[in-house]
């Protein structure tokens, strides 16, 4: 059985895209994520726990892998590796574990 992301956690994964290095603490996550949504995807492994490089002694979290797969089917280290002009596009429906043949969104 897999579990379907909610909204919430869709956000939170979608904003921690943006600079995928750093570890983002809950304030950088947008409006309604907390502890609850934060914990459900610590719980099931997209998502892992750090120290934030600009907020000293607060913890903040950064996708994993699976992470990543979830989003796209692919790593981030995948992802950067394609060449030039080779997009990769998130699934329509994020869920763990991945379906690698689901449908994708295609802007």
Known sequence: ???????????????MTLDPNSYHIGAELGPGIGTKTVGSLLELGLIE?????????????RLTDDGWRCMYGETIDEI????????????????????????????
Do not use: C
């Open 1 to 15: 059985m897999s579990d379907i992301l909610n909204a919430k956690q869709r956000q939170a994964l979608d904003r």
């Open 80 to 107: 950067m590796a394609k060449p030039e002009g080779v997009k990769t596009y998130p699934f329509v429906v994020w869920k763990w574990p991945v379906d690698p043949d689901a449908k994708r969104h295609r802007f």
């Open 49 to 61: 726990a750090g120290p934030n490089a600009r907020h000293y002694g607060q913890t903040g979290w």
